[in-house]
């Protein structure tokens, strides 16, 4: 829809300083622009104390760590995106799961996107990963070698599925991936992980009796290439808001069944596009995130952050 444009001519006087006024209000201040290109344009950690503030999908992170970009047992993808940050409790949480996860068949963990260096919205892609506590582990291994700056633009990773059918593919999926799942599971830490329902079929399938953890493991859409992490608000994160936990029991019956039928993939009206969301506002995000993106650096940037910018996933709504 497009509105006409007031004609100012036949307006009286008083009428015209109203639509000047209005006019004025039009125009973006600092405070209308979308958070995400505030966040965006961050290139540095916020130098304060380590905290995550507000909501998976609404909040902001100050004292980011870096993960390293080659580590023990893992190394970062695309480097240009700069999103390897996070609450130091989510980079020694991914250190640990990369290095115990040898010793169950898998050489170590290529790292997708954790959070922008304030977190906060990100410029392209997830709707959630904004207070550091999110992290994206693709489902291939790292292989023996380290890989160089332009293999980890353009590598892709490897699908799970099989064509057609919301089924793993036998000759993909294997045993290690799925002990991959479940260790990080099991880490005290992880309040939620998020798998393609494919994949939490095939969990469900050869978990056998030890089965706890699997209440962690959710089905939702994408996330057949890569499963995130998602970590409960650390202590010493005032402001900091927990998800209400996932439902009792492994998520192995009905719901999944319903994640398996046809319910989900069908759009509501056919042919209707859902309609673009309007960004984040600072507004939008806890008083806090003002002060974590206006903090000014004080390191030199670590990471180096080449122009191009990869394909992102599309963006997903809360979960
Ligand atoms: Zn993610």
Same mark, same amino acid.
């Given at each position: 829809?497009?509105? #006409?444009?007031? @004609?100012?001519?036949?307006?009286?006087?008083? @009428? &015209?300083?109203?639509?000047?006024? !209005?006019?004025?209000?039009?125009?973006?201040?600092?405070?209308?622009?979308?958070?995400?290109?505030?966040?965006?344009?961050?290139?540095?950690?916020?130098?304060?104390?380590?905290?995550?503030?507000?909501?998976?999908?609404?909040?902001?992170?100050?004292?980011?760590?870096?993960?390293?970009?080659?580590?023990?047992?893992?190394?970062?993808?695309?480097?240009?995106?700069?999103? +390897?940050?996070?609450?130091?409790?989510? !980079?020694?949480? !991914?250190?640990?799961?990369?290095?115990?996860?040898?010793?169950?068949?898998?050489?170590?963990?290529?790292?997708? /996107?954790?959070?922008?260096?304030?977190? =906060?919205?990100?410029?392209?892609?997830?709707?959630?990963?904004?207070? *550091?506590?999110?992290?994206?582990?693709?489902?291939?291994?790292?292989?023996?070698?380290?890989? @160089?700056? #332009?293999?980890?633009? +353009?590598? #892709?990773?490897? #699908?799970?599925?099989?064509?057609?059918?919301?089924?793993? /593919?036998?000759?993909?999926?294997?045993?290690?991936?799925?002990? %991959?799942?479940?260790?990080?599971?099991?880490?005290?830490?992880?309040?939620?992980?998020?798998?393609?329902?494919? !994949?939490?079929?095939?969990?469900?399938?050869?978990? *056998?009796?030890?089965? *706890?953890?699997?209440?962690?493991?959710?089905?939702?859409? *994408?996330?057949?290439?890569?499963?995130?992490?998602?970590?409960?608000?650390?202590?010493? @994160?005032?402001?900091?808001? +927990?998800?209400?936990?996932?439902?009792?029991?492994?998520?192995?019956?009905?719901? &999944?069944?319903?994640?398996?039928?046809?319910?989900?993939?069908?759009?509501?009206?056919? =042919?209707?596009?859902?309609?673009?969301?309007?960004?984040?506002?600072?507004?939008? %995000?806890?008083?806090?995130?003002?002060?974590?993106? /206006?903090?000014?650096?004080?390191?030199?940037?670590?990471?180096?952050?080449?122009?191009?910018?990869?394909?992102?996933?599309?963006?997903?709504?809360?979960?």
């Amino acid at each position: 829809m497009t509105r #006409s444009r007031p @004609s100012f001519i036949r307006l009286p006087r008083a @009428s &015209l300083a109203a639509a000047f006024l !209005i006019a004025l209000a039009a125009v973006p201040t600092p405070a209308q622009t979308p958070a995400k290109t505030l966040f965006g344009a961050a290139k540095e950690p916020a130098p304060l104390a380590s905290r995550a503030i507000g909501s998976y999908a609404r909040g902001c992170l100050a004292g980011a760590a870096p993960l390293p970009v080659d580590g023990a047992a893992w190394q970062v993808m695309r480097l240009s995106r700069n999103r +390897n940050w996070g609450h130091p409790v989510l !980079i020694g949480l !991914i250190e640990r799961i990369a290095t115990g996860a040898r010793s169950e068949g898998w050489n170590g963990l290529l790292v997708g /996107d954790l959070a922008q260096p304030r977190g =906060g919205p990100m410029t392209s892609g997830h709707a959630s990963h904004q207070i *550091g506590l999110d992290a994206d582990i693709w489902l291939t291994p790292m292989p023996n070698r380290t890989l @160089s700056t #332009s293999e980890r633009e +353009n590598i #892709s990773a490897t #699908s799970m599925l099989k064509e057609g059918v919301r089924e793993v /593919d036998p000759n993909i999926w294997t045993p290690a991936h799925a002990a %991959l799942i479940r260790r990080a599971a099991k880490q005290p830490e992880t309040a939620r992980i998020f798998v393609h329902p494919a !994949i939490k079929k095939a969990l469900c399938e050869s978990a *056998g009796n030890d089965r *706890g953890w699997l209440r962690t493991v959710r089905p939702w859409w *994408g996330h057949y290439y890569h499963f995130h992490v998602r970590i409960s608000c650390p202590a010493g @994160s005032e402001g900091c808001k +927990n998800q209400t936990p996932p439902p009792a029991g492994d998520g192995c019956g009905k719901e &999944l069944d319903w994640w398996l039928s046809d319910a989900p993939w069908t759009p509501t009206k056919p =042919g209707e596009k859902p309609k673009p969301k309007t960004p984040l506002s600072m507004a939008d %995000l806890p008083g806090e995130c003002r002060m974590v993106v /206006d903090a000014s650096a004080v390191t030199a940037p670590v990471q180096s952050a080449p122009a191009q910018s990869a394909p992102m996933p599309r963006s997903r709504p809360v979960r």
